[in-house]
């Protein structure tokens, strides 16, 4: 049975810093590439950070770039992405991702809510 689950979404004010972790299960994690991707309330869903499947090349999207960084733990089967400098406007739901080739799985989403 395939499983990712996330963990490490919380509340925090701005400035601050969170590491978001995804355990995965039920299939071979070091062949896949991993994503975060997120969602606002009345927005799409967005790619946030991914990485390829031997954790060595990385990609963000423009509003993220130099605050956040992803990692993946083959040994561990966990993804991680460390925020950093968070805004009000990181506030959404994280949903891990796991891509290889046609197949995608998707976790349940941690929340992230970024406020004084």
């Known amino acids: 049975q395939v499983q990712l689950v996330e963990s490490g979404g919380g509340l925090v004010q701005p400035g601050g810093s969170l590491r978001l972790s995804c355990a995965a299960s039920g299939f071979t994690f070091s062949s896949y590439a991993m994503s975060w991707y997120r969602q606002a309330p009345g927005k799409e869903r967005e790619l946030v950070a991914a990485?390829?499947?031997?954790?060595?090349?990385?990609n963000y999207a423009d509003s993220v770039k130099g605050r956040f960084t992803i990692s993946k733990d083959n040994a561990k089967n966990t993804v991680y992405l460390q925020m950093n400098s968070l805004k009000p406007e990181d506030t959404a739901v994280y949903y891990c991702?796991?891509?290889?080739?046609?197949?995608?799985?998707w976790g349940q989403g941690t929340q992230v809510t970024v406020s004084s």
């Open positions: 990485i390829t499947s031997v954790g060595i090349t990385t």
């Open positions: 991702n796991a891509r290889r080739w046609s197949t995608n799985y």
